[in-house]
């Protein structure tokens, strides 16, 4: 929280500000407007980064700016096609939208190339439930 403790009185003096890592870790504190802010600050510095692009979808999504959501991960993938988590993101979006046959190909992509690491288990098996849900699979996984 670099950026905010500068902007209200930080040290001077400081290091330079990550905001990448600022946002994300306002995100993890729910704080969804001022990690919207961090993350475009970040982008700032990395003009079109897919990485930074997808913390910036998942902020829309957070405080209901969904449509704004699905624009940037559907502008992820234009720069990084095998980009897992804006196929995730988007295939969610479009369920909640009422668009599931649009959000099985987008299911398919992330599965087809699965991230691994902490907490991947639980969004891939939740990927899977829900594929085999809409495409009337046995969906026992859960």
Known sequence: MSFWK???????GQ??????????????EGKFHEALTSLRLALKEKPGDPVILQ?????????GMTD???K????VLQKDPKAVGAHY?????LLRS????EAIPHLRAFLADPPAGPGAAEHVAHARATLAQLTGEDHEQR
């Open 15 to 28: 290091s330079r500000v990550d905001y990448y890592e600022e946002g994300v870790e306002l995100l993890g």
């Open 98 to 101: 009422g668009h599931p046959d």
């Open 72 to 75: 940037t991960y559907r502008h």
């Open 55 to 63: 913390q910036i979808a998942i902020a829309y999504t957070r405080i």
């Open 68 to 70: 704004e959501a699905a």
């Open 6 to 12: 500068h902007l209200f009185g930080g040290r001077r």
């Open 89 to 93: 993101g988007l295939a969610f979006l």
